[in-house]
T-cell receptor, first 111, second 116 residues
Framework: KQEVTQIPAALSVPEGENLVLNCSFT??????LQWFRQDPGKGLTSLLL?????REQTSGRLNASLDKSSGRSTLYIAASQPGDSATYLC??????????FGKGITLSVRP | DAGVIQSPRHEVTEMGQEVTLRCKPI?????LFWYRQTMMRGLELLIY????????DSGMPEDRFSAKMPNASFSTLKIQPSEPRDSAVYFC??????????????FGPGTRLTVL
């Protein structure tokens, strides 16, 4: 059974700092990995999707990497801003298309 | 593009009542997913459809839960009878077609259900 872990559960950083959010998964037989952002009381916004054959994806200040063999992914946020404060969830998809989610990392960027 | 639409956004009901949650996927998407989010268990997949056909309902917690997709633009998740432990946020998501390596899922705003 696939398990996705995100540690730590919460993170607080000062504005302007570059930061890395970690995600690990137990079964490397994945089709893709998705990073989502969730604001309090809101739905999930897809940030980046990395296919299993890819190593990384970039969108603006965000860069996500995937090391399938070691079961790890990182989300790098450059020059963090208070508006980046949210919960970031990692999810992996297998051949059956089920997304297995981590519990998320709640990020707070202090002005 | 309107995105995934869910209704109602909030639902408060009493134990034993029937609850129906509704979802309209993104036009052109062939796969639809229902998830439940709680503090204790996080996000869990309940059921998903490909081309209006239920493919995997192994996440549906009990027979009190049922889901239908009568056409490509509408799905319902019904709980009958509802119980306080069903209180959660229920999300609907859609993607072009499940089963491929690029099945990016797009989520609706969710329905916050409270069963008293």
């Amino acid at each position: 059974k696939q398990e996705v872990t995100q540690i730590p559960a919460a993170l607080s950083v000062p504005e302007g700092e570059n930061l890395v959010l970690n995600c690990s998964f137990t079964d490397s037989a994945i089709y893709n990995l998705q990073w989502f952002r969730q604001d309090p009381g809101k739905g999930l916004t897809s940030l980046l999707l990395i296919q299993s054959s890819q190593r990384e994806q970039t969108s603006g200040r965000l860069n996500a990497s995937l090391d399938k063999s070691s079961g790890r992914s990182t989300l790098y946020i450059a020059a963090s801003q208070p508006g980046d404060s949210a919960t970031y969830l990692c999810a992996v998809s297998g051949a059956n298309s089920k997304l297995t989610f981590g519990k998320g990392i709640t990020l707070s960027v202090r002005p | 593009d309107a995105g995934v639409i869910q209704s109602p956004r909030h639902e408060v009901t009493e134990m034993g009542q029937e609850v129906t949650l509704r979802c309209k996927p993104i036009s052109g998407h062939n796969s639809l997913f229902w998830y439940r989010q709680t503090m204790m268990r996080g996000l869990e997949l309940l059921i998903y459809f490909n081309n209006n056909v239920p493919i995997d309902d192994s996440g549906m917690p009990e027979d009190r839960f049922s889901a239908k997709m009568p056409n490509a633009s509408f799905s319902t998740l019904k709980i009958q009878p509802s119980e306080p432990r069903d209180s959660a946020v229920y999300f609907c998501a859609s993607s072009r077609l499940a089963g491929g390596p690029y099945n990016e899922q797009f989520f609706g705003p969710g329905t916050r259900l409270t069963v008293l």
